[in-house]
């Protein structure tokens, strides 16, 4: 399924670009420690930014592809171009019969907007519209109250706390995770033409 564009009230969801301002968009979103405080790794350099876009680029390509790491921007009715600068990324990787986990990352400056909330709802639409998927998974680092929010606020449900599941930095931290199915998706489905 490529190339890949959903569209929310405000933001769309799109494939990376192999260009300086998408390397430089990543490079702000993963380079800033802030942002990646409850991810499981910590800042990346530029050219580590510009590799993954590389390898995003390839997924994207792969004859039976299995993960979307997809750039988050703001819609051309906003003001801006409709390749705009991306704004964070948004990932879905299948994982077995009809599953999938999920994932949002958004730059600090975008924080407190509900962007999160469209981006993720984006790709609930996707997942269980044009992929036919039946469950989605997402883990959050506890002290990620924010996200939690989020994922409860679409029907989300926990299922449990995942004991030292990450070490990073020297230390073992605790996630929960969460999931939603098919038949608890209160929102549209995307369909399948193009994504």
């Known amino acids: 399924m490529v190339p890949v564009r959903l569209t929310g009230p405000r933001l769309a969801v799109r494939e990376?670009?192999?260009t300086e301002e998408d390397v430089d968009a990543l490079h702000a979103l993963f380079g800033d420690p802030e942002v990646t405080r409850h991810l499981p790794f910590g800042p990346s350099g530029r050219e580590d930014c510009a590799d993954q876009i590389e390898l995003y680029l390839e997924e994207a390509m792969a004859e039976e592809r299995d993960t979307y790491r997809l750039?988050?921007?703001?819609?051309?009715?906003?003001?801006e171009p409709?390749?705009?600068t991306p704004i964070g990324q948004?990932?879905?990787t299948l994982e077995g019969h009809r599953a999938?986990?999920?994932g949002c990352v958004l730059a600090r400056g975008s924080w407190g907007r509900g962007y999160a909330r469209e981006t993720v709802g984006l790709l609930c639409g996707l997942a269980f519209g044009a992929l036919d998927l039946h469950r989605l998974t997402a883990?959050?680092?506890?002290?990620?109250?924010a996200s939690v929010r989020v994922l409860t606020g679409l029907g989300f449900r926990p299922e449990g706390r995942l004991?030292?599941?990450t070490f990073k930095?020297?230390?073992w931290s605790d996630s929960y995770l969460y999931s939603l199915l098919a038949d608890e998706w209160p929102g549209p489905a995307v369909p399948g033409e193009g994504g």
């Open 82 to 84: 409709d390749d705009a």
């Open 71 to 79: 750039a988050v921007t703001r819609l051309a009715d906003a003001g």
């Open 100 to 102: 999938a986990g999920i």
């Open 163 to 165: 004991r030292q599941d």
């Open 90 to 92: 948004a990932s879905l």
């Open 169 to 171: 930095d020297g230390t």
């Open 16 to 18: 990376y670009h192999h």
């Open 139 to 145: 883990r959050v680092a506890v002290a990620n109250a």
